[in-house]
Nanobody, 126 residues
Framework: QVQLVESGGGLVQAGGSLRLSCAGSGPTFSRNAMGWFRQAPGKEREFVAA????????DVSDSVKGRFAISRDNAKNTMYLQMNSLKPEDTAVYYCAAVFDPYGIKELSTTRYDHWGQGTQVTVSS
């Protein structure tokens, strides 16, 4: 069983930066694909970015490409989302998620993730 805890959210002005962290636990964490999702008020949850367990493959949504970067440190059981050039439309609750994928074959943006964190609020003011 993987448990996930996000941190790093907050209030930032447009154009600013934040780095989100997702700390994971569980014996199989390093073999999980990890992803970031977000949900804005009144909208459906959407995919933001994800990375294969070994870090050799990543997928990033077009809406954040060039501004957000995903990374992970398996030695620390932690995944990160560096968010730069933030816009008001990036305001949302951000969730990290994990799915066991030891062979790295799952489609990162569309696979079903089995484990979710509680979310962290990101608010970007104009």
């Amino acid at each position: 069983q993987v448990q996930l805890v996000e941190s790093g959210g907050g209030l930032v002005q447009a154009g600013g930066s934040l780095r989100l962290s997702c700390a994971g636990s569980g014996p199989t964490f390093s073999r999980n694909a990890m992803g970031w999702f977000r949900q804005a008020p009144g909208k459906e949850r959407e995919f933001v970015a994800a990375m294969r367990w070994d870090g050799d493959k990543a997928d990033v949504s077009d809406s954040v490409k060039g501004r957000f970067a995903i990374s992970r440190d398996n030695a620390k059981n932690t995944m990160y989302l560096q968010m730069n050039s933030l816009k008001p439309e990036d305001t949302a609750v951000y969730y990290c998620a994990a799915v066991f994928d030891p062979y790295g074959i799952k489609e990162l943006s569309t696979t079903r993730y089995d484990h979710w964190g509680q979310g962290t609020q990101v608010t970007v003011s104009s």
